[in-house]
Structure formats: C-alpha cells, structure tokens
C-alpha cells in the first residue's frame, strides 16, 4: 500500500484529524496573538507589577517542557479538582498559556527596548502620542517583531502534537491509529510529514510575503 | 524670544550646567561654541524641553517653564513651534527620507509639497529623497534632517553640529539657507564647532565651558575673547587649523 493508497483510503479519517489539528491552531493562534500583545503592551506599561509577572510566567513556561505542563492539567489538576474536562480544552489551554506568555514577552521585550530617541524625533516635531504609536511605534515594532512571532506560531503548530498523547484526536493521534491498524508506517508518517509541510506552506509563504512587504534590513551601511 | 533663566541640571555628584542663562531672539542667530563635554548638547536638549533642569526656568514667548517640572514633564510643550534636530539625527528607519520629512506635516494644509520641492532643490535631495535613511550616507541624512525641521515653520529652531559630515559646499549652502531664516523671524540656536560660520552669521556667540557660560556677545568676541578661557580654546582652534 503506497502513502496515496492510505491518503485515499483514509482520507476522511485524515481529514477530520487535520481538522482537529487546525482548530487547536486556531485557538493557540488566536488567542496567542491577540493576548499575547495585549498583555506585552500592558508590561511594557507597567514593569515593576504586570511586566515582572509576564517574565515570570514565560520563563515558567519555556523552562517546564509543554508536555509535563499538559499532562499536569489533564490528569493531576483534574484529580485534585475533581472534575473531567473534554482534552481538546486542557490542550488549547495549556498551549494557548504557552503561547500568550511567549508572544507577552516578547512583545514587552521589544516595546522596553524601543529606541526611545524615534519617540523624542516624533514630539519635536510636533506629532501626538496616538502619531507616534500609530505612525512610529507600532510600525517598527511590528517590522521587528513578525519574523520571531511567526516561528514562534510554526512552533506551536508543531506542539499540537502533544495534545495526542491525552487523547485529541488531531492529526497525529488519527495517524497512529492507522498504523495500529494496518501497520504501514513510513508510509503513514510520510503521509503525515506531507500533510505538515501542506501546512506550513501557506504559513511560510504568508511569513515570507509579510517579511518582504514590511520588513527589511535596518542597519546602516 | 527664547529664555534660559539660571538652568542648572546635573546628575548625582557630576554637575553638568550651572547657573546658565541666555537668550534666543526671533530673526537672529545664535552660536553655541566650547569644548567637547562641556553640556552643550545638555543645554539644547533641557531648551528643547527633553530634559527637566533641576533649577531655573525656561520662557518661550508667553510660555513659562520653571524647573524642576512637575512630573518631570513640561505641561503643554510648545512643539513644533520649537523644534531641534540632532547630532544623531534620530530619523524613522521605516520611512523614507520623504516620507520622514512628510509625516510630522501630513495633515497640515496645501503648500506642503511645494515646500517640499524648494527644500530638496535647496539642499540637493533629489537624488536619494526616495531612499531609506539607512541607504543614504550621513551628510545625506543631515540635510534631511534639518529639512524636517525647517517644514515645521518653527519659530525657534535648535540644532547641533548638523554640519559635521557634510562637504565645504554643502556647509556653505546650508549655512548661507540658515542666514536667509532670519528674514522669516526664525530664532536659530546652533552648536558648532564652525568659528567661521559663527563670525560670519552670527548675532551673538555664547562660549560655554565646565557648564558654564564663560563668555558671551557679539562675534567680536572671537577676535577679542575677553576670558582667558575662550583665548585658550581659540588659540587650540587656531593651532588645529
């Protein structure tokens, strides 16, 4: 059986596994960005109270593996509370906790180290607070920060994965079960690599676009 | 007219101005010359109203600013009406040198295109306005920087050493532009380490030495200093050159 045999014979299974797969994406994605910024914004605001916190909590993160993280909210945190949570939610949670907190510090890291000297060039000038953020501020840190926040989100697309050892059943976990059944793996896995690389593609040339389109090289000659 | 009034700004133990007073006139020019580390660009910059003086105050106009600030903020800033431009220059890397120039003058009225179109002939722009500021060399980057400044119609323009990297022809084109401000009631504040350009266009020369003003006047003063320590500079200056 050739890797297309098992995509056309298990192409709903396959399916509905990169589905569940996307969904976890979305969910990490979404609320990575849109909080994760947020809350970056906020420490950059306030260091001493939110901004140390932000720290605290991406080093906590970066320093437990995810897995241990995941399997401590699916099978301990839930003894202990004594309640059953569905483990697509204790995986879009804990991966999107991974994610907001990276994405928070990074954007607090980059606001704090703005060149305040573009901020100074900008009231000189005349220009207002919501100018210089808009037309400034903003701008620069987003040409900076994109290239690092979109391998961030490939990276987190990759840690979907994990949710299959609680029994998601995302693409990885769908692929398994068709190699407990038919016992073809590295046509199986191979499938699976094509599925990620289908992926990533429409990832990579969307980072590769917004980098031509927005950023470019800086220093100076 | 601009006023320090006795602005005095240090950090703990390392007094950098003491006691510093002096005027800026509308329509005139003023020269800020000393040697290196002396607070000269400290002093644009608490004019300037970037940096909180510990004592003094700073008049523009009808506007009054006594030290320490509130906050360490002046309230209302009169920016761009004064404005600077630094020795660093400090322009957006994500915009174009027009578009840098531009920006702050968006919404302002019609007119500013024309503007635009005599500074870039004035200060030969045209040739690299479309580049990014880190594509354009440093005596390019100058001319645009004072460009910015000048299309804010400012009444009070401050700038330091924006000369440094520019050939004998630029220099004497912009300096002979900066002459003409005076017919615009412009109030130039300059440091520089020109003494030509100060003997030639200046209305009064300050001479400011261990953040103090050790002698001030006329440019005549630099063909009579009256302290010692403007003597001494002038005759380094004379030996350097």
């Known amino acids: 059986m050739s890797v297309l045999d098992i995509l056309i014979n298990y192409h709903l299974a396959f399916l509905q596994g990169l589905q569940v797969t996307l969904e976890l994406c979305l969910v990490i994605w979404s609320s990575g960005i849109v909080l994760g910024v947020t809350l970056g914004a906020i420490g950059a605001n306030h260091p001493q109270s939110w901004g140390r916190f932000i720290r605290a909590m991406s080093f906590g993160f970066s320093a437990i593996p995810t897995l241990v993280v995941l399997f401590w909210l699916h099978y301990p945190a839930q003894a202990v509370f004594n309640v059953v949570i569905d483990p697509f939610y204790t995986a879009s949670l804990t991966l999107s906790l991974v994610n907001i907190f990276a994405v928070g510090e990074m954007v607090r890291q980059a606001a704090m180290d703005f060149p305040a000297q573009y901020i100074v060039a900008g009231r000189v000038c005349g220009l207002g607070m919501r100018d210089i953020v808009t037309k400034i501020q903003l701008p620069i840190l987003f040409r900076q920060l994109l290239p690092g926040l979109l391998v961030l989100q490939v990276g987190m697309l990759h840690a979907t994965l994990f949710a299959s050892l609680i029994s998601v059943e995302e693409i990885f976990r769908v692929s398994q079960r068709i190699n407990s059944t038919i016992y073809r793996p590295v046509e199986i896995y191979t499938a699976l690599a094509l599925f990620f690389l289908l992926v990533c593609l429409p990832i990579n040339l969307l980072a590769a676009y917004l980098k031509e389109r927005y950023t470019r090289d800086l220093s100076e000659r | ?241």
């Open chain 2, 1 to 241: 007219m601009l006023e320090a009034h006795n602005l005095t700004f240090g950090y703990p133990g390392k007094p950098v101005l003491q006691n510093v007073s002096l005027r800026v006139k509308p329509g005139g020019v003023t020269v800020l010359i000393g040697p290196s580390g002396t607070g000269k660009t400290t002093l644009l910059r608490c004019l300037a109203l970037l940096e909180a003086p510990q004592s003094g105050e700073i008049a523009i106009d009808d506007q009054k600013f006594s030290c320490p600030w509130p906050d360490g903020r002046p309230l209302d800033p009169p920016w761009p009406k004064l404005t600077a431009v630094f020795q660093q220059l400090f322009l957006w890397p994500h915009l174009t040198l027009r578009e840098n120039i531009l920006l702050p003058v968006r919404r302002r009225s019609a007119g500013m295109q024309e503007a635009l179109d005599a500074l870039i002939e004035a200060f030969d722009m045209g040739e690299f306005i479309d580049h990014y500021p880190n594509e354009a060399s440093l005596g390019q980057r100058q001319r645009v920087a004072l460009a910015r400044a000048l299309m804010l119609e400012p009444r009070y323009l401050l700038l330091d050493e924006i000369t440094s990297a520019l050939d004998v022809e630029q220099i004497a084109k912009i300096l002979s532009y900066l002459k003409g401000l005076r017919g615009k009631q412009i109030g130039i504040f300059i440091i520089t380490h020109l003494l030509g350009f100060a003997r030639h266009a200046a209305d009064q020369v300050v001479f400011m030495a261990g953040g103090e003003i050790a002698e001030q006047g006329g440019p005549d003063i630099l063909k009579n200093p009256q302290t010692e320590r403007l003597h001494q500079f002038l005759s380094v200056i004379a030996a350097a050159s």
